[in-house]
Structures are given as structure tokens and as C-alpha cells.
């Protein structure tokens, strides 16, 4: 049976490197993997199949090869899906911001691999919610956060999460060695004026470091938060976000949103006292301040999760065999 993971082109995000990790390890493990990069154009016509009743019982496609368009991606193996043909059984992968395509590909069989759940919700306004629920379509989910949404659907599922990749600097200093740098981050769409935060930080610490983290590539986050004795994360967490997990093999010491994954404790196993209001400023530069001031009395409370995010990879492939094993064929 051949796999086809159905992924957006040259989108560069923690849903799109999750694909790319999930081909790797197909691939890995001997599967008959492929992957589908998704085009808007490309998306418009599978649209239109839809509106049109259409399904893949009956329609032939030739798919254009595509170079992968992200550099950090590179190290991931993928197999390009070349073609599709009625006459083969294939699993269609699909991150839930494609659940609208199920009409389209339900004569195969699908497993909705769910990344984010924020994102999820305009495209099942699209889709009759029973299609979630047939026999030829299964679940997936990257966090524990995502498992519940997809046990509120009435559906099950398994966890199949990712893993974290970052190049660690042969002089990684350790936190008491460091600057007095703070990094903040808002989340990919800014979801919290961070100019009180920033202020209230300066004013406890004046010799504080503060760096917002926006529009940086991968290799400028990894070199601030190599330096920084504190990360802060005030995202929405639709996923299990990758950036606390890098700040932690980069030495960090995290504060995280109480929000979304960030307030599930099999997501992100953190203390209460690190799981913060989002707009509580005042509370947040308190913490964050004793956390400049004081690393080492801190970073005890993050072993046991930064053991964690070390092992990811070995769990992911276990997740992957499990997740996949009644599809060998």
C-alpha cells in the first residue's frame, strides 16, 4: 500500500517540518511512503473537484516533481508522488487544514494527522463532520491537546507527535554564564502586545537583555536562545509548538502561555508557576526577573522535560511503526 503525505509547498512552519519528519521515518522503516507537495493552484483544482461531486474513484492525475522550497528541510529524505491512479490502495496523510478534501479522496483511505487545532476549525465548517467518523478514516494527533479535540469529535485516535531539531554550539554556556537575556515570543501571529511586558522586564531588571523574536530565521532563534538564561512564550499553542522544546536544548529556562497545549501537562511537563497568564504582564516580568536573577535555583524544575525533548526522536519512530503498522503491504 503506498502512503502519500499531502503537504503545503514552501510553507515553512512546525505542521509542514512534522511532514517532512513523518516521510524520513516512513522511509526509514521501509514503508511505501510518498510526498504530495500542495500548490495554491494545485489546491484550486482539487477545489473544484470537490464542488463538482467528484471523486478519486474515477480521476487519473499527473503531479508536477517539486524541489523542496525550505532549506531547513533539506535534511529530510522525501519520495515525490508522481501520479495517482484509481487502481492502486493508497493512505492519504493529511494535516486537518485539508479535512475539506475527504469528499474527494474517501474511495481511498485517510488519516487526518492533527497538528493544529486552531486551524482546523474553517476547514470542517467545510465538511459534513460524519465523513470524520467512517471506517476509512483515521486519526492522528501530534499533541495530547489534539487527541481531546479529536475525542470531542467522537472519534479516536493515536499520538504520532514530532521531533525537535537543533544544532547545538560546541560552546553552549551554561545559564549562569549568560548575559541577563530574556527572548520573547508572541507566537507566529502575534497574539499579545508585548510592549508592557518588555517595559515592566527593563524596569525590575535594568540590565536585562530583552530580544522579541519575530521574523528571524531558524539559525538567529537558535543563536538567541543559545545565549538567553529565559525564554517566554506567549503563543496560542495549537500544537505542541517547537519553540519552548529548542529553547530547552539550547539551555533556556522556559515560561510558557497558559493556553491551548501549553496547559497540558503531557504537552509541555512544566511546573504551574512557569505556565503563565498571557496578559498578566506584571506577573510575568516578576518571574521572569527572579528567573534572570536567579537560573540555577530554576533550572532544576526543567531536567526531567528537557530528558524528554532529547528522546523524542526514538519515540517518534516507535509512534510511526505503531501508527502505520496495519498498513504494510
Known amino acids: ?98 479535512v475539506w478534501l475527504l469528499p474527494l479522496l474517501l474511495p481511498q483511505q485517510v488519516m487526518i494527522w492533527w497538528l493544529s487545532v486552531d486551524n482546523a476549525f474553517r476547514p470542517l465548517s467545510e465538511v459534513n463532520s460524519n465523513f470524520l467518523r467512517l471506517p476509512l478514516v483515521h486519526h492522528a494527533a501530534q499533541s495530547e491537546f489534539a487527541l481531546r479535540f479529536v475525542r470531542a469529535l467522537g472519534v479516536s485516535g493515536s499520538m504520532l507527535s514530532d521531533y525537535s531539531v537543533v544544532e547545538l554550539p560546541p560552546d553552549l554556556p551554561a545559564l549562569g554564564d549568560r548575559p541577563k537575556t530574556v527572548a520573547i515570543c508572541a507566537g507566529h501571529k502575534i497574539s499579545v502586545n508585548l510592549d508592557p511586558l518588555c517595559q515592566q522586564i527593563a524596569e525590575r531588571c535594568p540590565e536585562a537583555n530583552v530580544v522579541r523574536i519575530a521574523n528571524m530565521s531558524k539559525a538567529d532563534v537558535c543563536a538567541v536562545l543559545a545565549q538567553a538564561r529565559v525564554f517566554v512564550d506567549l ?28 496547559a497540558i501537562s503531557q504537552d509541555f511537563p512544566v511546573p504551574p508557576m512557569y505556565r503563565v497568564d498571557p496578559l498578566a504582564s506584571a506577573n510575568i516580568a516578576a518571574l521572569c526577573g527572579h528567573m534572570l536573577e536567579y537560573p540555577e535555583a530554576h533550572a532544576p524544575h526543567f531536567a526531567a522535560f528537557r530528558n524528554d525533548v532529547a528522546a523524542e526522536k526514538s519515540r517518534f519512530a516507535a509512534e510511526v511503526l505503531q501508527t502505520f503498522s496495519g498498513f504494510i503491504a
Open 1 to 98: 500500500m503506498k502512503l502519500v503525505i499531502l503537504c503545503p509547498f514552501g510553507v515553512r512552519t512546525g505542521g509542514p517540518e512534522a511532514q517532512y519528519q513523518l516521510s524520513d521515518m516512513l522511509l526509514q522503516q521501509g514503508f511505501d511512503a510518498y510526498f504530495w507537495l500542495l500548490t495554491d493552484p494545485d489546491l484550486a483544482t482539487l477545489r473544484d473537484f470537490v464542488r463538482n461531486g467528484q471523486n478519486l474513484s474515477s480521476i487519473q492525475l499527473n503531479i508536477p516533481e517539486r524541489a523542496n522550497a525550505v532549506e531547513d528541510y533539506r535534511r529530510y529524505r522525501i519520495r515525490p508522488f508522481p501520479q495517482y491512479n484509481p487502481h492502486e490502495r493508497m493512505l492519504f496523510i493529511v494535516p486537518e487544514i485539508y
Open 235 to 262: 503563543g496560542k499553542f495549537p500544537g505542541k509548538d517547537r519553540m519552548v522544546r529548542e529553547a530547552l536544548l539550547l539551555g533556556a529556562n522556559p515560561i510558557i502561555a497558559n493556553c491551548g497545549a501549553g
